[in-house]
C-alpha cells in the first residue's frame, strides 16, 4: 500500500498510471497519450447500466478522432458488478456491443482504491468519494483532467463538452 500511496502523490500526470487490462496485463495510461479520454467506473447490475449503449455509440462517433473510453468495472456500489472480469465482458458485449478498452476490476473508494482514481480525485477540486457506478472523468489531450460527471449526467452532455473548447476539442 505504501508504495501505491507513493506513486499517487508522485504522479505528475495520468500517463504515470499503469492498470491491468481484461486479461490481467499491465497496460501504461501512456499508450494513450494525445488521445482524449473518457475513464469511467462500470457495473453491470445498476440503473445506469444502459449507460453502456450511449458509451459505445460516442465511442463509435468519435474513436477515429481520437476519443477513448476507459472502463473499469466497480463492485463497490451494491454489488452491482459481480463476477470475473471475463463475465463483466462477455455481459457487455452481447448486450451493448461495447468494443472500447475494459479493464480489470478495481475499487474507486476506500483502502484499497487504485491509485488512478486517488489522483483523479484529487485533480481540480474533485476532492471527495466516488459516489456510485458509471461516475465518470473527462481527460484532455495533454493529459489534464478537465471534468468530472456524477452517474446520472447524460452522455450527451459529454459529449457537449468533448466538442467545444480549445483543450477538448476531437
Given at each position: 500500500?505504501?508504495?501505491?500511496s507513493?506513486?499517487?502523490?508522485?504522479?505528475?500526470?495520468?500517463?504515470?498510471?499503469?492498470?491491468?487490462?481484461?486479461?490481467g496485463?499491465?497496460?501504461?495510461?501512456?499508450?494513450?497519450?494525445?488521445?482524449?479520454?473518457?475513464?469511467v467506473?462500470?457495473?453491470?447490475?445498476?440503473?445506469?447500466?444502459?449507460?453502456?449503449?450511449?458509451?459505445?455509440?460516442?465511442?463509435?462517433?468519435?474513436?477515429?478522432?481520437?476519443?477513448e473510453?476507459?472502463d473499469?468495472?466497480?463492485?463497490?456500489?451494491?454489488?452491482?458488478a459481480?463476477?470475473?472480469i471475463?463475465?463483466?465482458?462477455?455481459?457487455?458485449?452481447?448486450?451493448?456491443?461495447i468494443q472500447?478498452?475494459?479493464?480489470?476490476?478495481?475499487?474507486?473508494n476506500?483502502?484499497?482504491?487504485?491509485?488512478?482514481?486517488?489522483w483523479?480525485k484529487?485533480q481540480?477540486?474533485?476532492?471527495?468519494?466516488?459516489?456510485w457506478?458509471?461516475?465518470?472523468?473527462?481527460?484532455s489531450?495533454?493529459?489534464?483532467?478537465?471534468?468530472?460527471?456524477?452517474?446520472?449526467?447524460?452522455?450527451?452532455?459529454?459529449?457537449?463538452?468533448?466538442l467545444?473548447?480549445n483543450?477538448?476539442t476531437l
Open positions: 500500500m505504501a508504495i501505491m507513493v506513486l499517487t502523490v508522485s504522479a505528475q500526470s495520468i500517463y504515470d498510471f499503469r492498470v491491468k487490462d481484461g486479461v496485463k499491465e497496460v501504461s495510461l501512456s499508450d494513450y497519450k494525445g488521445k482524449v479520454l473518457l475513464i467506473n462500470t457495473a453491470t447490475r445498476c440503473g445506469f447500466t444502459p449507460q453502456y449503449k450511449d458509451l459505445e455509440a460516442l465511442y463509435e462517433k468519435y474513436h477515429s478522432e481520437g476519443l473510453i476507459l473499469f468495472p466497480c463492485n463497490q456500489f451494491g454489488q452491482q459481480p463476477g470475473t471475463q463475465e463483466i465482458h462477455e455481459f457487455c458485449t452481447a448486450n451493448f456491443a472500447f478498452p475494459q479493464f480489470d476490476k478495481i475499487e474507486v476506500g483502502e484499497d482504491e487504485h491509485p488512478l482514481y486517488t483523479l484529487a481540480k477540486g474533485f476532492e471527495g468519494p466516488i459516489r457506478n458509471f461516475t465518470k472523468f473527462l481527460i489531450r495533454d493529459g489534464q483532467v478537465l471534468k468530472r460527471y456524477e452517474s446520472a449526467v447524460k452522455v450527451a452532455d459529454i459529449e457537449k463538452d468533448i467545444s473548447g483543450s477538448l
